[in-house]
């Protein structure tokens, strides 16, 4: 009777640590089970340098989605990004999509300015407005090399500079 009852509790352990996994399997693979609860939109970038699947949609610093899909339309030449926002969450149709960097060389996400001028954007609908990645190792070789333009509060770049006069 006594080995029962430990296969019995050994039996039990093992289906509560089965179920723990499922859970955290579904959880951390942001799985749905019961219905979706996010609807599609799409913007369309110039370069999506860095973006992944799965990356975070931020609006308002707050994740409001993921990165479903990324894809190239041939007619405009442009990268278009499929995101899942989550239901409940209002994107207007004068919103803004940016691509930005998490820290100086983190991942990257996708930020949304909401706006709030026009109409309600449809799910399945795109975003006109967007903002590629600011790709850091170029400004960094632009401003190594002396190609950053600087600005004209009393400074002056190498291309603006007075040359000597030459005399006979």
Known sequence: MKKYAIETTVGVFVVIGLICIAYISIKLGHISLFGDNSYPIYAKFTSVTGLRVGNPVNMLGLEVGRVEKLDMDQQDQRAVVEMRINKGVKIYDD?????????????????????GAGNLLEPGGTIIETQPAVDIA????????????KSDSGTTNSDDKEKPEVKP
């Open 138 to 149: 170029d400004l960094i070789g632009k401003y190594a090399f002396g190609d950053v333009k």
């Open 95 to 115: 919103a803004i999509a940016s691509i930005r960097t998490e820290g100086l060389i983190g991942d990257k996400y996708v930020s949304i300015d909401p706006g």
